[in-house]
């Protein structure tokens, strides 16, 4: 949401703005009455030409960064569209300005760190040539579209499932990337080098992303356990386990923290509070 404006993916692949028109009705109650203002394709002929297959869903969330919003697709598709005249409300025009190819499955939200980096993570399914060249975690520079990566990281353990990657929405902290693996692996990479600085290995698949609070680092696993890690000091050292609570089934939900509580789902059907009575 930004203002009335709801910007949105669809498993459709197609990228959606939609102005809610958010008004009150005489009882006081919200009204809406939505309406489409711009839509685009997730998807183009390159993609389609590269992929062996037609899976181009949008799973991710949107992320915006000064009018440019940036989502990819489960043809990894990595798009940034500008918004800004729709934000404006001069029109209804919008026009992409970034695109890079992952190569695989990125179900992964785009991360955007304060100076404008993208940071993105795909799976690691479909084994081609681009997802080798460039690895499952990348970060990217959208002011040099031609030649946007950074740095690519590999995740090419494999879970249980045979496949590698991360599903997973990594997180910043100070000068870390926190990524979550298929494989069950709990990486903290330098996001300035692109270098592994440690590797904790829990119950994969580890689909729950991340979660950096106050100097602790929240992590589910497949086990329904989740781990509580200690980010007090130097972030480029395995931090210290400081708990870890078995809440039920499979953790795949991220964690949400609010107000001294975290709470969490399961594959049990559960919802989990943890905190002080």
Known sequence: MIGDLLIEGGENSWFYVIRLNRGYDRDGLVTVDPEVVFTAPGFDDALMAALPDTDVSIEGSVAERDGVVYFANSGGLVQGWDVLRILAGRGDRARRVFRFWTGDDTDATV?????????????????????????????????????????????????????GGVWATPALYGDMLYVATNAGDLIGIDRETGQEAWRIHLVGPTWS??????????????????????????????????????????????????????????????LYALGRA
């Open 111 to 163: 991360v955007i760190d304060e100076e404008g980096y993208l940071y993105v993570a795909s799976e690691l399914q479909r084994f081609n040539g681009r997802s080798a060249e460039v690895g499952q975690v990348m970060k990217l520079d959208p002011r040099r579209p031609r030649d946007p990566l950074v740095w690519g990281f590999p995740v090419t353990e494999r879970g249980a499932d045979g496949l």
């Open 209 to 270: 992303s991340p979660v950096p609070v106050d100097g602790v680092l929240l992590q589910g696993d497949c086990s329904g356990t989740l781990h509580a890690f200690d980010l007090s000091g130097d972030l480029h050292r395995e931090p210290r386990e400081l708990w870890a609570v078995r809440v039920g089934g499979c953790i795949e939900a991220t964690p949400s923290v609010w107000r001294g509580r975290i709470y969490v789902g399961s594959r049990d059907g559960g």
